[in-house]
């Protein structure tokens, strides 16, 4: 089986930047995504990271490190549409030949002004 | 523009119902899913399809069904609804290979009385 942890809520202001953090335990590790869901509305892909190292993608960056199963997603330049839950979700070795993600529990994150 | 979408986007069902949340996808995707969402305990897959008539249990299928007849189609079935089943339910689809991303549908918010 899989465990992932995040934290349940963080809070932060516009314009500053943010750090989400997943740890993760698996074995045959294959993969790990972030997901944005705004509320009431459907999860949306961010970022993959299979090789360890940073990702980046405008204002948003994610880091991987397999030997520590550590995920980090890096959010800059905070504004207030980034108010919205961040969900981790790892990837293992496939099942009968497909690859099966696992999610965490998500971040609820709050931006104020 | 890729699509999933879903049947309903707010269900109300009686205990005892049967019910039957469709799900569409137009991305030509092998693989979908059936995930149940509920506030603390983050996306649950119930159940994946990885072809046509292909299924697969997922973390928590007791009380569920799924059909699959057609490539781009895939349902979820709740043969005898009860008060513990009330929950937002989120169909995924999902093309082969490493690199793949899911693709979410809109969630359709299920209570049952």
């Known amino acids: 089986g899989q465990n992932i942890d995040q934290p349940t809520e963080m809070t932060a202001t516009e314009g500053a930047i943010v750090q989400i953090n997943c740890t993760y335990q698996?074995?045959?590790?294959?993969?790990l995504f972030w997901y944005q869901q705004h509320a009431g509305e459907a999860p949306t892909f961010l970022s993959y990271?299979?090789?360890?190292g940073l990702e980046e993608k405008g204002r948003f960056s994610s880091f991987l490190s397999r030997s520590k199963g550590y995920s980090y997603l890096l959010l800059k330049e905070l504004q207030m549409k980034d108010s919205a839950s961040y969900l981790c979700?790892?990837?293992?070795?496939?099942?009968?030949?497909?690859?099966?993600?696992?999610f965490g529990r998500g971040t609820s994150l709050i931006v104020h002004p | 523009d890729v699509k999933v979408t879903q049947s309903s986007r707010y269900l109300v069902k009686r205990t005892g119902e049967k019910v039957f949340l469709e799900c569409v996808q137009d991305?030509?995707?092998?693989?979908m899913f059936w995930y149940r969402q509920d506030p603390g305990l983050g996306l649950r897959l119930i159940y994946f399809?990885?072809?046509?008539?292909?299924?697969e249990k997922g973390d928590i299928p007791e009380g569920y069904s799924v059909s699959r007849e057609k490539k781009e189609r895939f349902s979820l079935i709740l043969e005898s609804a009860s008060t513990n089943q009330t929950s937002m339910y989120l169909c995924?689809?999902?093309?082969?290979?490493?690199?793949?991303?899911?693709?979410f549908g809109p969630g359709t918010r299920l209570t049952v009385l």
């Open positions: 979700a790892v990837r293992s070795t496939p099942s009968g030949g497909s690859y099966i993600p696992t």
């Open positions: 698996t074995s045959g590790f294959n993969g």
């Open positions: 990271n299979v090789l360890d």
């Open positions: 991305m030509d995707h092998e693989n």
């Open positions: 399809s990885y072809d046509v008539k292909m299924k």
């Open positions: 995924a689809s999902q093309g082969m290979g490493l690199y793949n991303e899911q693709f």
